[in-house]
């Protein structure tokens, strides 16, 4: 029904996890709207993009370089470690800017009911980097979900009779959030890790 | 923040009409986990799509040929002209697979208010495909709204006069809608145009 050339647009949308037919659609035929440069200057980018974007060979973070920019700089603190589950939330944690340590890039969550295990997570790549290293605190920063939990515990578990704190971010309600709104995983969890107010 | 060629990719899908920093953050990141013949693919696909497609020389239909597939095909309706504002429009009704003629496209809706007048949407060409040809209706298939119906109250003035009938497809409540999330417009324009049960 479509032009094969705007068929082909089509499809290569519907790649990207989350791109329905629909969106796909929108998105392709407004590629007519757009200058022939743009288009010509996004597809380089995401060719260029694909074929120089890999993890850092220390923290796995994403990079196009050697080592990452942040594994690089010496004003890092290189005592603290913060371990995350994708490369996406090193950038959420690098926004705040409040930050000064290190990251290490986990390759997602253990899940055992999908048959995810430690070791397809890369978890041994953390343990030797913790091992060779002297941090003083691991600060376990991934999603609070059955997974992310059974993740910290496992690796809180690993890292025993190391001379080193291991932390986790704080869950409960969310800043500003309304709680008829919230989960009862979430509001059992605010109430159990309440805190006195000093 | 970003690696500089990540940086380029969320450029590039921002230059897409509805999509936002955290939409163009998510499909950038999401090139990580695609093989690298699809992304280059997918890069093909655009730039091939942006230099090929062209509105068809006879009805503004996008296409990649020289005449669009519905103008060439011989066992269409020639007599039956369904006028649209968006080549998107003509891929909505062929998909009905119910319609059999002609269609000729607009490049938009006349909208006053915004500056839009009958000759930027091409009506001049419209007034000589129908001149020069023997239509017997021309359906206007354009949206419901203001400049919709601005639109087609200009279209039936200046083909008054011409031996054809000029008809406008049907205005109301869509099926399966709950009445109470009708608006006002819709539903006056429902009553107003009710229709004798037979």
Tied chains: 1, 2.
Excluded: Q, W
Aim: proline share 4%; glycine share 6%; net charge negative.
């Amino acid at each position: 029904m479509y032009p094969d050339s705007l068929k082909d647009v089509i499809e290569g949308f519907r790649y990207f996890p989350g791109v329905g037919e629909k969106t796909a659609e929108r998105l392709a035929f407004s590629i007519l709207e757009l200058d022939e440069e743009k288009v010509s200057s996004f597809a380089e980018a995401l060719k260029t993009a694909k074929n120089k974007l890999h993890p850092c060979k220390i923290c796995h973070n994403l990079t196009d370089k050697d080592t990452c920019d942040i594994c690089a700089n010496k004003l890092r603190d290189k005592t603290l470690l913060c371990v995350v589950e994708d490369p996406k939330s090193v950038f959420l944690f690098e926004r705040l800017g409040t930050y000064n340590g290190l990251y290490h890039v986990l390759d997602g969550l253990i899940s055992p009911m999908d048959g995810v295990n430690p070791e397809d997570i890369g978890i041994d790549k953390l343990l030797t980097r913790i091992k060779d290293n002297h941090f003083k605190e691991i600060i376990l920063a991934v999603k609070p979900s059955i997974e992310g939990e059974t993740t910290s515990l496992y690796i809180k578990k690993i890292l025993e009779g190391l001379d080193l704190t291991v932390s986790k971010i704080a869950s409960g309600i969310p800043m500003g959030a309304d709680m008829e709104y919230i989960d009862a995983m979430t509001l059992e969890r605010a109430l159990n890790d309440r805190k006195n107010i000093e």
